[in-house]
């Protein structure tokens, strides 16, 4: 994934790449989480992963989407590691 943000298909803060059955399932607001970028990390990252369900993942990424911040991407990024350390929430 980090050779797709090399190459400008992916942003480094952003919603996770959505799969085809996921999309399936959005409804047209939940559709607006595909106008940006996938990103490597994303709040409902750092925020429990699958701890969150599928609609709550949708809407953080839309709330991220339509309050666009430097210092949120910041925060993220931060949090990341310790996400990834931690486990938590990842099945």
Not at 61 to 79: E, R, V
Request: with cysteine; net charge positive; hydrophobic share 45%.
């Amino acid at each position: 994934q980090l050779w797709n943000v090399l190459r400008g298909d992916m942003a480094i803060v952003g919603p996770r790449p959505a799969l085809p059955h996921e999309v399936a399932k959005y409804s047209p607001h939940d559709r607006l989480r595909l106008w940006v970028k996938p990103g490597l990390t994303c709040l409902w990252q750092i925020g429990g992963r699958s701890d969150i369900d599928f609609a709550g993942q949708v809407a953080l990424d839309i709330d991220y989407i339509g309050q666009p911040s430097l210092l949120t991407d910041w925060k993220i990024l931060l949090a990341t590691p310790q996400a990834v350390i931690s486990g938590r929430g990842a099945y």
